[in-house]
């Protein structure tokens, strides 16, 4: 079984990754939500070239990745959720549940941390929002991330099979949820209880840092609405926000690889993480 499973695991999701990213980049070509500030042509190459980077970097380093790390953990019977002795589909779908309240904290984290936000910033410098910058991290974070991952699946020990659908799922949902594909107000009203839709993640792109610092949530919306971290939606409207960091304007820093891959690098973390802010909420004092 575990064999099995580690040996479909590359397949699984890169057939998911490629299915889902026709589809979603069908959609918001066909019926986008909002019109294109910078268009696809400037932003895709390096977009699509981080992504080839990460993958490369993590099949070299962790080639039997999340997966492989539950697996172990599963062979040595380790982690809290082995003490609860729930049927195995319950415990796949508490393990997908814990992952991605993980994940949440750990966006959470990147945001609020100096160090971990130069790292964050890149995903956040995209200077418009659609599927591929679902799959825009830096590298560095990429591995970071799935080190925090291997800690996580450690201590709580979930199924194998959980850690790859929630993996699979939390690619799927990526793209989907940084998509400018347009879905009915009314659908989205009642979708966004139970997944992240677009214009949820869309307001997380603001240049406007209180709208930055809200809906952290990739996969279940809930976190941001019990933890208080929810903004329905971006103050401006969805066509008048502006999409990006105020400090990251310029095409070659944003959109090419090469001045991608040096935000991490480039000047102060300035006023987004904990404790720095140049300017208050809309009407405040401060
Ligand atoms: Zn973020
Ligand atoms: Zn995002």
Redesign the pocket.
């Known amino acids: 079984m575990s064999e099995t499973l580690l040996a479909n695991e590359p397949a699984v999701r890169l057939g998911f990754f490629f299915g889902i990213f026709a589809f979603m980049a069908l959609w918001e070509l066909l019926w986008p939500r909002r019109g294109r500030g910078i268009g696809r042509r400037s932003r895709w190459p390096g977009n699509i070239a981080v992504v080839v980077i990460d993958t490369a970097v993590l099949r070299l380093l962790f080639p039997t990745a999340a997966v492989g790390m539950a697996l172990f953990a599963e062979s040595r019977d380790l982690g809290l959720l082995g003490l609860l002795q729930w049927p195995q589909w319950g415990s796949v779908v508490l393990g997908v549940v814990l992952l991605d309240l993980a994940i949440y904290l750990q966006?959470v984290m990147?945001?609020a941390v100096p160090a971990f936000w130069r790292l964050?910033r890149m995903?956040?410098a995209d200077l418009d929002i659609d599927v591929t910058t679902g799959v825009r991290f830096h590298p560095i974070e990429i591995l970071l991330s799935m080190l925090i991952k291997f800690g996580v699946i450690f201590m709580l020990g979930p199924p194998a099979a959980s850690v790859l659908i929630f993996e699979v799922l939390l690619n799927a949902t990526s793209m989907f949820n940084h998509s400018n594909a347009y879905i009915p107000l009314p659908v989205d009203r009642v979708l966004r209880w139970f997944v992240v839709t677009p214009d949820m993640h869309r307001v997380?792109h603001s240049v406007e840092d209180y709208e930055?610092n809200s809906n952290?949530g990739f996969n279940l919306p809930w976190w941001d609405r019990l933890f208080g971290t929810y903004r329905g939606q971006p103050r401006a409207g969805h066509d008048g926000m502006t999409i990006g960091l105020s400090s990251f304007r310029d095409e070659q820093t944003c959109v090419s690889i090469k001045g991608m891959l040096m935000i991490p690098f480039r000047g102060r973390s300035e006023d987004y993480v904990i404790n720095r802010r140049s300017h208050g909420p809309p009407g405040g004092a401060g």
């Open positions: 966006h990147f945001h964050h995903h956040h997380h930055t952290f």
